[in-house]
């Protein structure tokens, strides 16, 4: 029922989605995520992306803002299959999400698009976002995704903010975040944005973020 629900919801509300990844229940145990610093050059940050219906319009800004700054960044998503977005941008992940190592790189976002959805409840995108949140990397998430950070426990007596979608926002309180309606929100070191239409201010809260002057 669960599966026939989120079908449901994705479908008539952020239009046809793919076949559903791995199902599991949320995650209740809150994450700390330590405040750290970005390094002053050579950074580097994975932006996980879905495998079909993902949003271009984060991905092309943090690209073009990354570019400009030297900032490197990284594609990954559950495999490394060509992703198709939602204007059907074909793109091909660099990695798989399971293999990176939060280490090697600054900050992790999860990108937004209909898509999304099919990870909320997705296990292995779950470990990766707490283990960033452990290793004290900064995470950011966009339109629908900011679910996943709340079901992956890491959003607790934290302000965030999602897409404004009855489901989403219910979620993000089920799991104990607590629901800004502003539009980008950054709290200890969580950036969250609620939709693609704040592209611009959540690129630069990433960029403030990782101590770059824009």
Not at 22 to 34: L, M, N, R, W, Y
Request: proline content about 5%; aromatic content about 8%.
């Amino acid at each position: 029922m669960r599966k026939l629900a989120l079908f449901l919801l994705v479908t008539s509300f952020f239009g046809t989605a793919p076949a559903a990844a791995s199902d599991a229940a949320a995650a209740s145990e809150t994450i700390p995520v330590a405040p750290g610093k970005a390094k002053p050059e050579g950074i580097t940050v994975l932006v996980f992306v879905a495998r079909r219906m993902y949003r271009e319009e984060p991905l092309e800004g943090l690209r073009s803002k990354f570019d400009k700054h030297g900032i490197g960044l990284k594609v990954a998503s559950r495999d490394t299959a060509i992703a198709v977005g939602m204007n059907r941008t074909v793109i091909r992940p660099d990695l798989r999400l399971r293999d990176a190592d939060p280490a090697e790189f600054d900050m992790l976002v999860l990108n937004g698009g209909s898509g999304a959805a099919l990870y909320w409840d997705d296990t292995v995108v779950h470990a990766k976002v707490r283990e960033f949140a452990q290793a004290g990397r900064p995470l950011a998430a966009i339109d629908i995704a900011p679910v996943i950070l709340a079901k992956a426990g890491v959003l607790k007596d934290r302000r965030a903010t999602v897409y404004p979608h009855r489901a989403a926002v219910t979620w993000l309180k089920e799991n104990g975040a607590l629901y800004s309606f502003n539009p980008v929100v950054t709290d200890d070191g969580i950036i969250t944005a609620s939709d693609t239409e704040q592209t611009k201010r959540f690129v630069d809260a990433i960029l403030d973020r990782l101590g770059v002057r824009d």
